[in-house]
Nanobody, 122 residues
Framework: QVQLVESGGGLVQAGGSLRLSCVASGRIFRSYHMGWFRQAPGKEREFVAYIDWSGGSTYYADSVKGRATISRDNAKNTGYLQMNSLKPEDTAVYYC???????????????WGQGTQVTVSS
């Protein structure tokens, strides 16, 4: 069992930055790959980025490529998503998730956090 808790969301002006954190409970976190997803009002949940268990492999959605950096610190059981040059269209609830498979498919993720709201004003 893995429990995930996100933090770091908030209100930011366009062009600003935020760093989201995802703290996991349990020693087995390091054996899971981690992903970040987001869901805007009225839209389906979409993939943002993933990182493998070791931190050595990452992948980003085209919508955030070049503006986002995913990372993790297994010693701290924590994952991160740094978002720069934020745009109003980045406004959404951001979720971290853990999976055994390295994938962008949300239905392959076994564990989810409760989400953290990111609002970007124009």
């Amino acid at each position: 069992q893995v429990q995930l808790v996100e933090s770091g969301g908030g209100l930011v002006q366009a062009g600003g930055s935020l760093r989201l954190s995802c703290v996991a409970s349990g020693r087995i976190f390091r054996s899971y790959h981690m992903g970040w997803f987001r869901q805007a009002p009225g839209k389906e949940r979409e993939f943002v980025a993933y990182i493998d268990w070791s931190g050595g492999s990452t992948y980003y959605a085209d919508s955030v490529k070049g503006r986002a950096t995913i990372s993790r610190d297994n010693a701290k059981n924590t994952g991160y998503l740094q978002m720069n040059s934020l745009k109003p269209e980045d406004t959404a609830v951001y979720y971290c998730a853990a999976a055994r498979a390295l994938t962008s498919a949300s239905n392959s993720y076994n564990y989810w956090g409760q989400g953290t709201q990111v609002t970007v004003s124009s």
